[in-house]
């Protein structure tokens, strides 16, 4: 069975840090793009960092760009979203997913997830003092 899962969230004060975790069952993650989401409460899903298969070109919302790092784990089966300089708006519960294609699918800075067929179980991030 194929399973993604997310960890790592958790409380943290607005500059500190976090580090996410999407882990795989089922099969290998370095063979996809993998796609980090959040939805804040009352808010839109909105696209947070994406990193391709292959080539391994990463991809950042403008809200997270210098702060936000994607990276892959190749020998844990893992992808993790290194989140530094927490800000309050940064709250939210994040989920990665993957639509089975190699290339992350950004258009206009938008993160499209209509084919988004795997999605990790959702790790809250709350930054707050």
Partial sequence: EVQLQASGGGLVQPGGSLRLSCEASGFTLNYYAITWFRQAP??????????????YNRYYADSVKGRFTISRD????????????????????????????????????KFLDNDMNY???????????
């Fill in 42 to 55: 009352g808010k839109e899903r909105e696209g947070v960092s994406c990193i391709n298969s292959g080539d």
């Fill in 74 to 109: 190749i020998a844990n089966n893992a992808v993790y979203l290194q989140m530094n300089s927490l800000k309050v708006e940064d709250t939210a519960v994040y989920y990665c997913a993957t639509d089975g294609r190699l290339r992350c699918m950004v258009v206009d800075g």
């Fill in 119 to 129: 999605w990790g179980n959702g790790t809250q991030v709350t930054v707050s003092s």
